[in-house]
């Protein structure tokens, strides 16, 4: 019996997963220019960064110094390419919603988790190449242990998890209430921005660094940097990184749960609008 339930969930999420990648191959320049748009977005932190340091002589924010600035910037790259997860969940609903095909989906004996799944395989598939890639660059430039660097990659993980469970809130408005997107990408915006994944806290304002506290991501990018550049042994025994840990393992075990709820009840609620 469970084992019949696990082949119908891998059969179910492999569907979408093939299905959605036959897709996008029909637009080869459309999917490369999404793999390579998110360098761009680095060149700009690169050159603020680079030039901090060579005004302050050496002198570091924080943990970061001008040896260090690569790291942060490359790091920043992969986290950067994870972030479209925020939004294959509102466009595959959105193109789904607009082929008359998304209530067939939805009606279907369909496990919502698999849907879940099954977009973030695909797009773990997409950056695979570039994120591994980038890793290893960094792990001849920067070495560390094997364990701290599956630690680091493990967070890494949870918060492509966190970025996708995310996306999966936002699709649902695409389902009735497409006019609340425009609100709902200001958020998002916020939200990435103060997860300091492109410019180190010590950057931020005093003033403002309450909404960086408050973001979850903040503490996914935040750890995995420090476990990679000073080994996992610095962090476990560090009472610091304590509400790193907790928020990591709370957010990574809850949010995507309550993500297939919130969708499950928008879709109840409201039902399917437009088109």
């Known amino acids: 019996m469970i084992f019949d339930r696990l082949i119908n969930n891998f059969q179910q ?11 996008k191959l029909r ?9 390579i748009s998110p360098i761009w977005s680095f060149v700009m932190p690169l050159i603020v960064l680079g030039k901090i340091f060579e005004i302050t002589s050496g002198k570091s924010l924080g943990i ?3 040896e260090t600035l690569l790291f942060f910037i490359l790091t920043g790259f992969c986290i950067g390419l994870a972030a479209s997860l925020i939004h294959e969940y509102y466009k595959m609903l959105r193109d789904e919603k607009y082929w008359k095909t998304l209530p067939a989906i939805l009606l279907s004996p369909f496990n919502r988790y698999n849907f879940l799944m099954a977009v973030f395989i695909e797009e773990i598939i997409y950056f695979a190449v570039p994120i591994m890639i ?3 660059i960094l792990l001849f ?11 680091a990659f493990l967070i890494f993980f949870a918060g492509c998890i966190l970025l996708a469970s995310l996306g999966l809130i936002i699709g ?21 921005m103060f997860s300091c994944y492109n410019y180190p806290r010590e950057m931020f304002p005093p003033a403002i660094t309450f909404f960086i506290i408050i973001n979850p991501f903040y503490y996914y990018w935040d750890l995995m940097r420090i476990v990679w550049l000073f080994g996992i042994e610095f ?15 709370v957010f990574s075990t809850l949010f995507p749960i309550m993500s297939v709820y919130f969708f499950n009840y928008f879709y109840k609620k409201y039902g399917i609008a437009g088109y």
């Open 13 to 23: 999420t492999y569907a979408i997963v093939i299905k959605s990648i036959k897709l």
């Open 64 to 66: 970061w110094t001008s």
């Open 134 to 136: 980038v890793f290893i």
């Open 235 to 249: 962090v476990l025994f560090n009472p610091a990184y304590l509400v790193h840990f907790i928020i990591i393992i």
């Open 141 to 151: 430039i920067y070495p560390t242990s094997i364990i701290s660097f599956l630690v």
């Open 27 to 35: 637009f080869k320049t459309k999917l490369f220019l999404k793999l």
């Open 172 to 192: 649902s408005f695409s389902l009735s209430a497409e006019s609340a997107m425009t609100w709902v990408a200001f958020l998002v915006h916020f939200i990435l």
